[in-house]
């Protein structure tokens, strides 16, 4: 699990956060329904609800909401994949920056 943020981890528990993965799906586990929460919620303050007209995952469109959240404020921190999101702050650097701490093990 990687982050990007504009502050520091150690704040990451009262934080909201922002990830490409679905914030909360219904999922079908032996013949009922149940809501699954974002793996990364249990980290966090609250988790930013994706916009419903972008792809799910890793889309360009859930990318750049997850960037515009950061950059105005919504959102403290941006939780994802860390290869991906590697990949994303090496072509925003001027405006994002990688958090190294602990390891998150979801």
């Known amino acids: 699990m990687g982050v990007v943020a504009t502050q520091s ?4 528990k009262r934080s909201v956060v922002c990830t490409t993965e679905a914030v909360a799906a219904t999922i079908e586990v032996d013949g009922v329904s149940a809501l699954r929460r974002s793996a990364v919620a249990p980290y966090s303050a609250d988790v930013l609800d994706l916009p419903a007209d972008c792809p799910a995952g890793w889309s360009e469109c859930n990318q750049q909401f997850c960037h515009n959240a950061l950059q105005s404020g919504a ?3 941006w939780l994802d994949d860390e290869n991906l999101l590697h990949g994303f702050m090496l072509n925003h650097c001027r405006d994002v920056a990688e958090v190294h701490g602990p390891p998150l093990t979801i």
């Open 75 to 77: 959102a403290d921190a």
């Open 9 to 12: 981890l150690g704040g990451l």
